[in-house]
């Protein structure tokens, strides 16, 4: 039902505090991974009607709103956070020795400000 | 049907952005994050979805074709926008070194 929330708050958070988060963690990668799955699942969502522009604005009740934000979001949420860790890792950290991309220009995001 | 078609989307991004001369000029490393990570949560939705409420894992529909498709528009959108403005800063930057 609602279940994008959950990422949605990540996403808005990490956007509003960004500029506070050290560049070696590369913030802007899990930044437009979130936005790209939250874009995705609104549009689905409301394919399904289960949101609607208008207030409540979600079409299911607080029970499974929440119950669903946090059985199915919190997992989202994680996921697509492993894989930044991953990345970061990959790139910045130990595990770089082993995948060798911090020599690969695949590695740097353009930055929002550029 | 629309785990299919955002997986693809995100493989398809990311061979494009391999594949591409500069792919920085045209945001396609955007493109690629922001299609992996519709791709991985809609991987969790239907995994969890299949171990809570079972049915089929993967639904092959018209319906869900079009679902598929749709959600990829705003993604579509917004990387167009930021490959539009990219773009328009690069050929500013480049006039200003050529002056």
Redesign the interface.
């Known amino acids: 039902m609602a279940?994008?929330l959950m990422?949605m708050a990540v996403a808005v958070l990490i956007s509003l505090f960004r500029k506070k988060i050290p560049n070696i963690l590369m913030i802007n990668?899990l930044n437009?991974?979130?936005?790209?799955?939250v874009?995705?699942?609104?549009?689905?969502h409301i394919?399904?009607g289960e949101i609607v522009p208008y207030p409540p604005f979600l079409t299911a009740g607080l029970e499974y709103v929440i119950s669903e934000m946090i059985?199915?979001g919190i997992?989202?949420t994680m996921?697509?956070a492993g894989?930044w860790m991953f990345i970061v890792l990959t790139i910045n950290g130990p595990l770089d020795k082993f995948f060798k991309l911090s020599k690969s220009s695949?590695t740097?995001?353009?930055s929002i400000q550029? | 049907m629309w785990l299919i078609i955002s997986w693809w989307a995100a493989i398809l991004a990311t061979v494009a952005y391999i594949y591409s001369k500069n792919p920085k000029t045209y945001r396609l490393d955007w493109l690629c994050l922001m299609f992996w990570g519709l791709a991985v949560m809609v991987l969790v939705d239907h995994v969890l979805g299949f171990i809570i409420e079972s049915g089929e894992f993967i639904e092959i529909s018209v319906e869900g074709t079009l679902i598929g498709i749709m959600m990829l528009t705003p993604i579509l959108v917004v990387w167009e926008i930021s490959a539009l403005i990219s773009k328009r800063r690069t050929s500013s930057s480049e006039s200003l070194v050529e002056r």
């Open positions: 279940c994008f990422p990668i437009l991974l979130l936005w790209g799955g874009f995705g699942l609104a549009i689905e394919a399904h059985i199915i997992p989202m996921s697509v894989i695949m740097s995001v353009s550029k």
